[in-house]
């Protein structure tokens, strides 16, 4: 099984940096979208794993590649916090306190939403 996260992981890691990118090159604002955005599709994704995984709608091997493999890799906790640290080491205390607060919430909504589904 460790095989099986650690090659979800890569995808979920190379997925992360493609679409990461994607969005930074979209943008023209300092605010962490791409981290943002990727954290919120992740949760939403592994909430719905969790969810057909206890249905026993996907098996073991299926949720430990894209539930615990991809989307672990896919999302970011250490991304968000260091993204946080710089927002404040600038002084710029709304955005950081408006980022914190939509990460937090947006990503429990959206993996209640997927846990729902």
Known sequence: MIWLIGFG???GAGFRFLIGNWIIKKTTTKFPYSTLIIN???SFILGLLVNLHRAEVIADTGYFFFGIGFCGAFTTFST???EVVF???EKRWRVAFLYIVLSIVLALMGASVG???
Do not use: E, Q, T
Request: charged share 0%; aromatic share 14%.
């Open 80 to 82: 968000f916090a260091n």
């Open 40 to 42: 919120l599709i992740g």
């Open 87 to 89: 927002i404040l080491l």
């Open 9 to 11: 992981g890569s995808f």
């Open 115 to 117: 846990l729902i589904l």
